[in-house]
Every structure is written in C-alpha cells, then in structure tokens.
Nanobody
Framework: QLQASGGGLVQAGGSLRLSCAGSGRTNSVYTMGWFRQTPGKAREFAAA????????AYADSVKGRFTISRGSGKMTVHLQMNSLKPEDTAVYYC????????????????WGQGTQVTVSS
C-alpha cells in the first residue's frame, strides 16, 4: 500500500515537498512515479524514478522545477516542487510499477490515495 502526504496551499513561486511511503512487495518494484489530476482531465505523468540506479524522468511541464528522489525504502519517494505555478494545482498521486515503462498510468500496479496541491496566484 502507498500513502502520499505533503500537499497543501502555497502561493505561486513557493515550494512544497510531497512524500510517498509504501509497504508490501517492495522487492518487485522497479519504478516509482508521481502523477497529477485535475477535475475532468485524465491523470497525467509528472515524474518517475527507475531501477536501482535511480534514473529520473520528468514531464516537460515540470522539468527544472520538480525533483524526484528516493527515501530509505524502495517504495519511499519524495517530490520536491519549486517555483510552483497555479497550473500545478492538482491532486498528486504516487504509484509503483514492476517494469521500466513509466509514462502511462497503466504502467503502474499500485497507487496511493492522492494529496491535494493548490497554488494560488
């Protein structure tokens, strides 16, 4: 199971740090990702960290502002979000996957409950 935390209300230009902690079949997990979703829209990829080497990938919309990193556990990840913009407002979800594919929600087998991020202008 995954548990996301760290969301909140922040002014544009501010920062937030999201965390995700998981338990269960951690040895099978290869990829951890963050997605975000706004009402009426599909869940979109934000960032991922892959494999033991910790390669990272980002959506163009967050590249240079967001940083994904691993915590002490294989299913523990953080998302440092800087220079936040109103368009970053969304519910953010963390997810775990068994394989190296990472862009689509269908690439992940386990999801957290989501944490709301609201950026005011």
């Amino acid at each position: 199971q995954l548990q996301a935390s760290g969301g909140g209300l922040v002014q544009a230009g501010g920062s937030l740090r999201l965390s995700c902690a998981g338990s269960g079949r951690t040895n099978s997990v290869y990829t951890m990702g963050w997605f975000r979703q706004t009402p009426g829209k599909a869940r979109e990829f934000a960032a991922a960290i892959l494999g033991s080497a910790g390669s990272t990938a980002y959506a163009d919309s967050v590249k240079g502002r967001f940083t994904i990193s691993r915590g002490s556990g294989k299913m523990t990840v953080h998302l440092q979000m800087n220079s936040l913009k109103p368009e970053d407002t969304a519910v953010y979800y963390c997810a775990a996957g068994y394989y190296s594919d990472y862009l689509s929600p269908s690439d992940y087998h386990n999801w957290g409950q989501g944490t709301q991020v609201t950026v005011s202008s």
